[in-house]
């Protein structure tokens, strides 16, 4: 058996010392070491003998340990070799242009709700968020709409839970939480940008659901002219300090009297275009005094506070100033749309 072990260790490490490349090595290693292979077939031989099996066993253990590691050695060797002859071969020409790697941009929705903000907090507001599943209640009812107004028409509202749970319909909701979580004896600036969602057919002006931006403010002795040199803040900063605002006649429900914010054409400066219909003016938010009803509603006293409210949509806005007609841009994931702005904004930077 010894001269049998002999024999298969010295044409094992002739084949080893032979073999030209990685290919003949595990050849090799399959040869020797596999399930039949030499070594595997002594081993069955060891419960044949009565006696030297346990040094038999140590012989064999000897032998395979010292053929594997000449085995992995030598493969070890190949292949370390064989990257060296691809590094050697396969050379990069560091003269060829580099790959563009796409980059993401800014949402165009989320960089315009973040420059109202902005401009909202430079001023002392506060940006509260609320529920977008919402009661009836404040909703509707706090804010001077009973039951019957036709902005709760079924075909408006997205009600979850006969006429009690909705889908809300416009941000006010979050102006009545803030002003009854105050007590009714707290000043308050606040803007609430969020969802809001109404029956609606989509094309490309409308959206079953849409961001709105909605601003409070409630104070002692405020009137129309801190409202209106508000809007003048926020739109120069938004359209360039030529912008000019105005207000004309309208009517809502939770506001009295009511507003609608007009600005003067940033494309033609007033001289009459097709965005602002030959008018020379673009309509762009609803507002108005707080109504008593409302104060009353939501535990202000009336008769000693007074607040203005405003609205507007974040997509109109965004619309209006980055030239987009189609709203549907805004929901959509074509990165093409999106890299006008990444270039527009590395512009700016």
Request: net charge negative.
């Amino acid at each position: 058996m010894k001269e049998k072990v002999e024999q298969i260790k010295s044409e094992a490490l002739e084949s080893i010392s032979k073999a030209q490349n990685l290919k003949e090595m595990n050849e090799i290693k399959v040869t020797y070491l596999g399930k039949k292979g030499p070594i595997s077939e002594l081993t069955t031989h060891l419960k044949e003998l009565d006696e030297g099996k346990k040094e038999f066993g140590k012989v064999l253990n000897e032998l395979k340990t010292e053929i594997s590691s000449k085995i992995e050695e030598k493969i070890k060797y190949y292949e370390e070799a064989e990257i060296r002859e691809k590094l050697e071969k396969e050379q990069i020409d560091i003269t060829l242009p580099g790959t563009k790697i796409p980059v993401g941009a800014p949402n165009i929705l989320e960089k315009i709700i973040e420059e109202v903000e902005s401009v909202f907090m430079s001023m002392g507001y506060d940006v509260v968020d609320g529920p977008e599943v919402e009661e009836d209640k404040f909703n509707f009812e706090l804010l001077n709409i009973p039951k019957g107004h036709p902005a709760r028409d079924a075909q408006d509202t997205f009600y979850l839970k006969e006429e009690e749970i909705l889908l809300r319909s416009q941000t006010s909701p979050v102006q009545a939480r803030t002003m009854l979580r105050a007590g009714g004896n707290t000043p308050i600036r606040m803007i609430c940008p969020g969802k809001t969602y109404r029956r609606d057919d989509d094309d490309a002006t409308h959206s079953h659901q849409f961001m709105q931006i909605e601003g409070l403010l409630v104070d002692k002795e405020v009137s129309l002219s801190d409202l209106k040199g508000t809007m003048d803040v926020v739109f120069k900063k938004l359209f360039g300090e030529s912008c000019e605002t105005r207000f004309r006649p309208s009517y809502y429900q939770f506001t009295e009297p009511s507003v609608e914010t007009d600005i003067s054409c940033f494309v033609c400066k007033g001289k009459g275009c097709s965005l602002c219909k030959n008018s020379g003016w673009i309509t762009v938010s609803g507002a108005g005094i707080v109504h008593p009803n409302v104060l009353r509603n939501c535990g202000y006293d009336p008769s000693i506070w007074t607040g203005f409210a405003f609205g507007f949509g974040a997509e109109r806005l965004a619309m209006l100033k980055y030239g987009i007609n189609d709203i549907r841009t805004f929901y959509q994931t074509d990165l093409r749309e999106l890299s006008v702005f990444d270039r527009e904004e590395k512009d700016n930077d």
